[in-house]
């Protein structure tokens, strides 16, 4: 019998495989992936450029469907939901930060952060000053307002990750959020997303070659050539 303390996996990936193309031109991004990582802890996924790490995300948070093995989130395979079932489980459970951060131009910096709550149904006077409050966590209250044009990327960085937290969902991706930080700020990145693992039924991943923030990781796991080649336990 488990024990009741005991950490259980929020991501669960067996033998995932991911391909592009065929024929001479096909290029094996994942290659037999297994992965986990655990409900309250903050899992860190690292390696080379192009070794696959942002494809295993992006097939985790749904983005791709990978090409072989499986994939589950909570102890659900996502692959035999309906494409609706998909959408609503991905909505509820999953806050991703893209690497480009993917704001919507016509949108100022709290109604970016507030579209989970509004898509949710909640109402916009609600899911914006939400959003504010959060935003000015992240040292943005002077710049509620403004338009993505008008963010410097690290700004328009914080929006994305405050829209991915917005919505308090049980499983954060992130792909390098502090690349485009200075290292006070992305401290303070790191210690909310610390915050946010903390929860026992709650799990983030995140990608990064960011060495000075690796102090915040519970595990990290090593990537190269489309494998996970072994595991750190650090916390």
């Known amino acids: 019998m488990m024990n009741a303390t005991q950490p259980v996996n929020a991501v669960r990936c067996r033998g995932v495989e991911k391909h592009f193309g065929e024929g001479d031109a096909r290029i094996h991004a994942l290659r037999g992936v297994n992965f986990e990582a655990r409900q309250g802890q903050l899992t860190f ?26 994939v589950e989130l909570f102890g659900q395979n996502t692959a035999k939901l309906s494409p609706q079932d998909q959408t609503l489980f991905r909505r509820r459970n999953l806050g991703f ?31 914006v000053d939400r959003a504010k409050s959060l935003l000015a966590r992240l040292g943005l209250e002077n ?11 690290g ?5 994305a990750l405050a829209r991915a937290l917005v919505h308090e969902p049980r499983l954060i991706v992130c792909d390098e959020p502090t690349a485009a930080l200075d290292h006070a700020t992305g401290e303070a990145v790191m210690e909310l ?7 026992p039924d709650r799990a983030v991943v995140v990608v990064t070659h960011d060495n000075r923030v690796f ?16 595991i750190e336990q650090r916390n």
Do not use: W
Not at 45 to 70: E, F, N, R
Not at 102 to 121: D, M, T
Not at 155 to 159: A, F, G, T, W, Y
């Open 45 to 70: 996924l690292v390696g080379p450029s192009g070794c696959g790490k942002t494809t295993l995300i992006s097939v985790i948070a749904g983005l791709l469907d990978s090409t072989g093995g499986d």
């Open 97 to 127: 930060v893209f690497q480009q951060y993917n704001l919507l131009p016509a949108l100022s910096a709290s109604e970016n952060a507030a579209v989970p709550l509004l898509a949710a149904g909640v109402k916009r006077v609600e899911a």
């Open 143 to 153: 710049r509620l307002d403004a338009m993505p044009s008008k963010l410097s990327g």
């Open 155 to 159: 700004q328009q960085q914080r929006v």
């Open 193 to 199: 997303l610390a915050g946010s693992a903390v929860h």
């Open 215 to 230: 102090h915040f990781a519970d595990s990290v796991a090593h990537m190269d050539d489309g494998r996970i080649t072994h």
